[in-house]
């Protein structure tokens, strides 16, 4: 593939992702289920992102990476969930969650590299908030643990998305990564412009 090739999809890409709706963090309506918790991180760009890209940023960093970076995520999302249950609030987390899916985008575009650490303290702090929105969906009357269950099945699920996407060889990886990073950036700033 060529620069111009590859140029033309990650518009395509763009356009495509900028055409969703900005957040699936509607308010509206009950949400009772296991099967509305797994849609719901589909439904939101921010969410899809961002945690597709950890599936790939966690190739790219490779080794124990592979597993630590998904699982720390899933992780913290439960515990960001569990704060906002608890009826802790927290403000600007719409902000938190376009810069998440902006400085992921960035990690990936420009290759940066990272010790695990540092790595794990960013994706937990990102997931925090993650798991804080899709629990402030819930409605009141709704089964807590079968929503929680849904949407940590889904961000799974993405997160496997973006490991197989990486899995594909270097050649492929160093494409994927470096056009899905540009897509989250500038996703990401978008977000952050209509925050």
């Given at each position: 593939?060529?620069?111009?090739?590859?140029?033309?999809?990650?518009?395509?890409?763009?356009?495509?992702?900028?055409?969703?709706?900005a957040?699936?963090?509607?308010?509206?309506?009950?949400?009772?289920?296991?099967?509305?918790?797994?849609?719901?991180?589909?439904?939101?760009?921010?969410h899809?992102?961002a945690?597709?890209?950890i599936?790939?940023?966690?190739?790219?960093?490779?080794?124990?990476?592979?597993?630590?970076?998904?699982?720390?995520?899933?992780?913290?999302?439960?515990?960001g969930?569990?704060l906002?249950?608890?009826?802790?609030?927290l403000?600007?987390?719409?902000?938190?969650?376009?810069?998440?899916?902006?400085?992921?985008g960035?990690i990936?575009?420009?290759?940066?590299?990272?010790?695990?650490?540092?790595?794990?303290g960013?994706?937990?702090?990102?997931?925090?908030?993650?798991?804080?929105?899709?629990?402030?969906?819930?409605?009141?009357?709704?089964?807590?643990?079968?929503?929680?269950?849904?949407?940590?099945?889904?961000?799974?699920?993405?997160?496997?998305?973006?490991i197989?996407?990486?899995?594909?060889?270097?050649?492929?990886?160093?494409?994927?990564?470096?056009?899905?990073?540009?897509?989250?950036?500038?996703?990401?700033m978008?977000?952050?412009a209509g925050?």
């Amino acid at each position: 593939m060529n620069k111009q090739q590859i140029s033309s999809i990650v518009s395509i890409l763009i356009l495509a992702t900028l055409s969703f709706s900005a957040h699936a963090h509607t308010g509206i309506g009950m949400i009772h289920s296991f099967s509305d918790g797994f849609t719901h991180p589909w439904l939101g760009v921010d969410h899809l992102l961002a945690m597709t890209a950890i599936g790939v940023w966690a190739v790219v960093l490779g080794g124990r990476s592979v597993w630590l970076l998904p699982t720390v995520f899933v992780t913290s999302m439960l515990a960001g969930a569990l704060l906002q249950f608890s009826g802790l609030m927290l403000d600007g987390v719409e902000i938190w969650l376009a810069l998440s899916v902006f400085a992921l985008g960035l990690i990936l575009s420009i290759n940066q590299r990272m010790s695990t650490l540092l790595a794990t303290g960013l994706v937990a702090a990102f997931a925090i908030g993650h798991g804080y929105v899709h629990a402030a969906e819930i409605g009141s009357n709704s089964n807590l643990a079968n929503y929680a269950l849904g949407f940590l099945a889904a961000t799974a699920t993405l997160h496997v998305t973006g490991i197989v996407a990486g899995l594909f060889g270097p050649v492929i990886l160093k494409k994927t990564q470096i056009c899905f990073g540009i897509i989250c950036t500038l996703t990401g700033m978008a977000l952050l412009a209509g925050a």
